[in-house]
């Protein structure tokens, strides 16, 4: 569980070698399907219906039938229902850590900031600072505080979780995205890169890369984000859907910087073309990202026709679908063929609700940054000129005087 919390080591060991000892230790396979079923592979998620098919043949207590009713919606497409059920069990068992921080991590999968936050502060009244794993929940706690706004609150509450346990990756996180929220730069790289980086040390989650990146390429410093992607962020060909929405990100905002990254499209979209698409619409923006980046024509075009059979399936994914994950791939494919109107038209539509398909402030950011371009490339100045003023006036503490009137 500790290294759960951190994405840091080998947890996949340690349950494996519990499971051994006592096969029917309920939690241990209940935590292998949540570890391989969300943000993984197609071979994880293989591992994580097996877990939980061996967690549902044991005898299991209220709050242990409570995280294999969540297993079950999840695996059937409903990540709002999985969501609530473990909003039900933290209630019930509020020192349940692992409820929590699956709980949030379904919460950013439906973009639902409000219970980023709230699923936590819930729970605080049964913590103390001396309860094993609170850095865990501060670090939970501080996420949700960025999601909603309260900036100072998170960056005190992540911070804190990284004193009591530097290798706390997600806490590390929290506090990355707030200082990219208020875009402080140069606060970021010295975040990311103080005391010899505990966080990097065995961590799991290249997400933190990706952030440092942006950090550099905030300054103008392309050729540092890139040599970050060669290396500890894009090295390793991770095939994990969250780290290919990094690796397609930040690609694609060099790319509205109209910054030359070479060949490196194509191995971002080799990776997508081995994955299955149709599954979750956030995932599938940024693989269409990839195939236009890349030059795919059919794959591009081949994803756009799949959304006709997501949209008229089960579960959640359709509606994220509908409501912003198509006009999203189909503005981005639009953006890749020069028709930067119909781009405009698309993302003013959606970009209002865009939190509706998941993911976070820091990454939707991405449809914000296409429209812009898009609006300068159309010839629409003037929109142009009225977003940039907005994204201005949103990150008041990003200049001197903002910070004056925060103190």
């Not at 729970?123 to 960025?146: I, M, Q, T």
């Not at 499209?265 to 299955?276: G, K, M, N, R, S």
Request: hydrophobic share 45%.
């Amino acid at each position: 569980m500790h290294a759960y919390h951190c994405y840091a080591g080998d947890a996949a060991t340690f349950l494996d070698a519990a499971i051994a000892e006592a096969p029917g230790f309920v939690m241990a396979h209940v935590l292998k399907a949540y570890m391989n079923l969300v943000g993984g592979n197609m071979q994880e998620a293989v591992v994580g219906v097996a877990a939980f098919e061996a967690a549902r043949q044991l005898p299991a207590n209220d709050r242990e039938q409570g995280h294999l009713a969540a297993l079950g919606s999840l695996l059937a497409g409903e990540i709002r229902g999985a969501a609530r059920i473990l909003e039900d069990v933290s209630i019930a068992w509020p020192r349940d850590v692992m409820a929590l921080h699956v709980g949030q991590l379904l919460d950013f999968l439906q973009g639902d900031s409000r219970m980023l936050r709230d699923r936590i502060g819930r729970a605080l009244p049964a913590w103390s600072r001396d309860a094993p794993d609170y850095h865990a929940v501060l670090g939970l706690l501080s996420f949700g505080l960025e999601e909603t706004g309260y900036y100072d609150r998170a960056e005190a509450a992540g911070r804190e979780a990284v004193a009591l346990e530097p290798r706390n990756n997600w806490a590390q996180h929290a506090v990355a995205h707030v200082l990219e929220m208020q875009d402080r730069r140069a606060d970021g790289v010295a975040w990311l890169t103080q005391d010899g980086q505990p966080w990097a040390r065995e961590t799991v989650f290249l997400h933190n890369w990706w952030h440092l990146a942006l950090f550099h390429l905030g300054q103008g410093e392309t050729a540092e984000a890139l040599r970050l992607f060669d290396g500890p962020m894009f090295g390793p060909r991770s095939d994990h859907a969250f780290d290919m929405i990094d690796a397609a990100a930040l690609l694609w905002r060099l790319n509205l910087r109209g910054v030359d990254v070479g060949d490196r499209w194509q191995a971002v979209a080799d990776l997508y073309e081995t994955q299955p698409r149709g599954q979750y619409a956030f995932d599938d923006a940024h693989a269409m990202m990839a195939f236009v980046a890349a030059g795919r024509e059919s794959s591009a075009r081949g994803l756009l026709e799949l959304q006709t059979t997501v949209l008229a399936g089960p579960g959640d994914n359709a509606v994220f679908t509908r409501d912003v994950g198509l006009p999203v791939m189909q503005a981005i494919y639009a953006y890749g063929h020069g028709d930067h109107g119909r781009t405009v038209e698309l993302l003013r539509g959606v970009r209002s609700r865009s939190a509706r398909f998941g993911g976070s402030h820091a990454q939707r950011d991405i449809i914000d940054l296409t429209l812009i371009a898009a609006a300068g490339k159309s010839g629409d100045h003037s929109l142009e000129q009225a977003l940039l003023a907005e994204r201005a006036a949103a990150r008041p503490l990003a200049r001197p005087e903002g910070r004056r009137l925060a103190a």
